[in-house]
């Protein structure tokens, strides 16, 4: 029942931080600069960070910052098990902008607020052209000086599953010879991808070394990426078994 309650809470500040930052603040900022937007919307995510902590007893610790290069962007290549990376990489990763679900654009209040952070969106059922939207936009982005977040297997998986990585991230790094950045976490061991149930800990954030591009094939580079990736995870996970079904009340 614990679980249940800390999730309940959380989502009362959750639904509250969407309102605030979803409806107030955009016309607020609108007649400011690109920077300024991002330091205002982001923190958003920064308070849900800090929200989760206080309500849910879930903090992170990144292993790896050595190889985050605020100099050049990088497209990040990431596992993706829960809804706490999309919160929490803004507190992460230098200024970014997300590779993602055309439908998220069409939520009331969050998908506007969203697209004013110039995210990607793509048509998941748009085949090659897509990917040539995917590549010209992103190239755009990261040109600008802004990181590109990028899940490959396009959706969030269970702890301990492995889903089919997608070339479109690899595509537009080896396409615009910026590096590729790879990541594993275990975010879906405390926020599971489904229900309100939090359970605390520390989600661990593994950062690899930059990937270089130049020269290279989308598929070779994106090998080596999940390769990397699905290795760390080993290290990370299993999840403890007493996080695989609902805690006892009171632990």
């Known amino acids: 029942m614990l679980p249940l ?7 009362l500040g959750l639904v509250g931080s969407i309102l605030v930052f979803g409806l107030l603040v955009p016309p607020l900022i609108w007649p400011f600069s690109r920077p300024v937007r991002y330091r205002v919307l982001t923190l958003w995510g920064r308070f849900n960070v800090w929200w989760l902590r206080v309500s849910c007893g879930i903090d992170y610790r990144v292993h790896g910052r050595e190889h985050i290069d605020p100099s050049r962007p990088h497209v990040v290549l990431s596992k993706h098990q829960s809804a706490w990376e999309t919160v929490a990489f803004v507190a992460i990763f230098p200024m970014q902008t997300w590779v993602l679900k055309r439908e ?12 004013m952070l110039d995210p990607v969106p793509i048509d998941r059922e748009g085949g090659r052209q897509a990917l040539e939207n995917l590549v010209a936009e992103g190239k755009q982005r990261l040109d600008q000086g802004r990181w590109m977040i990028v899940f490959p297997e396009g959706t969030r998986v269970a702890p301990g599953e492995h889903g089919r990585y997608r070339q479109g991230g690899a595509m537009l790094a080896v396409r615009t010879g910026y590096p590729v950045l790879p990541v594993a ?3 879906g061991s405390f926020w599971p991808k ?6 605390p800990g520390t989600v661990e954030v593994v950062i690899g070394a930059p990937i270089e591009t130049a020269g290279r094939k989308p598929v070779e580079v994106l090998s080596e990426a999940e390769s990397w990736i699905e290795t760390t995870m080993t290290e990370i996970e299993p999840r403890p078994a007493t996080l695989s079904t609902e805690k006892p009340d009171g632990q």
Do not use: A, E
Request: charge should be positive; aromatic fraction near 14%.
């Open 5 to 11: 309650i800390r999730g309940l809470l959380f989502q």
């Open 104 to 115: 998220l654009m069409r939520i009331p209040l969050f998908g506007w607020t969203l697209s």
């Open 185 to 187: 976490l275990n975010s």
């Open 194 to 199: 489904k229900g309100l149930r939090r359970y």
